[in-house]
């Protein structure tokens, strides 16, 4: 696919994505340095996988692409990735956090510590590396642009996902308190709500055992656009909010799931509709009362 946006959007800025090595995140990494980033770190906690995919997204963009082993629930295992920006780079632009934890769980059957993992995958995360790249991006006055990776499961409410709304739920707040407690630095912290987005492991991993083809079939029936997302689509959703274009946003969510959120099924199919309002009508002219004139 084409993107929109000029090659050099973000030339000469470095990137931090944690959760980088695969599906959504993998592929924000990929369109941020086809816009010209400097350079970018991606985390995770599986370095054969990290290297692999740093060797990948540096073939791929002619980009300088590094790794570093991280689990984000461990504050000093951030501030160590920060520290290796700023000893490689000297500056961090921006921060992407997607590392995320999620699977299917009815919630009378989901155990504290399950609902805690991903809390603190997810959550304690992203605060972690929000906290470890703050010196880094105030200091000096540059400032960055923070983007949070959410979802829209809390918007409504979502089967067998207590624990995930949970988590980005907080996490969505916590967007919205840093862009206002942060803004006087020149930092900007938005999130990114994706919606299904094919082959990433966070759709297939949520519909396990079932052909990918009958997934894609299924979660495109409830999306308005017609189609599941796409990585490309995140990845130009992130250039955006980190280029000069989204120089004037922070504190907002973007969702970018082509009107998943919003669909619910038809009250009646739509080719019905017109034969329908006509039959309401004519009842309703029936029933008047007829109008006997006393002159």
């Known amino acids: 696919m084409n993107s929109p946006f ?29 816009h010209g980033c400097t350079a970018a770190i991606i985390c995770g906690r599986r370095e ?25 629930r461990d504050p000093s295992a951030c501030k160590a ?5 700023m000893s490689q780079f000297g500056r961090v632009d921006m921060l992407i956090n997607g590392a995320a934890g999620n699977f299917l769980a009815e919630a009378k059957s989901l155990t504290p ?6 809390m603190d995958i997810d959550t304690q995360g992203t605060f972690n590396m929000c906290h470890a790249v703050f010196p880094a991006m105030s200091n000096g006055g540059r400032g960055g642009s923070i983007i949070n990776i959410s979802m829209t499961l809390h918007y409504g409410a979502t089967w067998y996902q207590a624990h995930a709304s949970a988590a980005k739920s907080a996490i969505d707040s916590l967007t919205r308190t840093l862009a206002l407690e942060w803004g006087c630095y020149k930092i ?7 919606g299904p987005i094919e082959n990433t492991p966070g759709t297939t991993k949520l519909a396990p055992g079932l052909n990918a083809d009958d997934v894609a079939e299924m979660m495109t029936e409830g999306i308005p656009l017609g189609r599941l997302g796409k990585a490309f689509d995140i990845g130009m959703a992130a250039v955006f909010l980190g280029s000069e274009a989204g120089d004037y946003i922070t504190g907002d969510i973007l969702v970018v799931d082509g009107g998943e ?3 619910k099924p038809p009250m009646v199919p739509k080719e019905m509709v017109a034969e329908l309002s006509r039959k309401v009508e004519a009842k309703s002219r029936a029933q008047r009362p007829k109008m006997v004139s006393k002159l």
Not at 113 to 118: A, C, E, L, S
């Open 6 to 34: 000029k090659p050099e959007a973000l030339e000469g800025k470095v990137a931090i994505v944690t959760g980088g090595g695969s599906g959504i995140c993998f592929g924000i990494t990929k369109e941020l340095l086809l």
């Open 48 to 72: 054969s996988f990290l290297q692999n995919a740093a060797k990948e997204l540096t073939a791929i963009s002619n980009r300088t692409c590094l790794y570093k082993v991280c689990d984000v």
């Open 81 to 85: 990735v920060v520290e290796y920006a």
């Open 113 to 118: 510590k399950g609902f805690k993992t991903v």
């Open 188 to 194: 900007r912290v938005n999130g990114i709500a994706p």
């Open 261 to 263: 959120w919003l669909y």
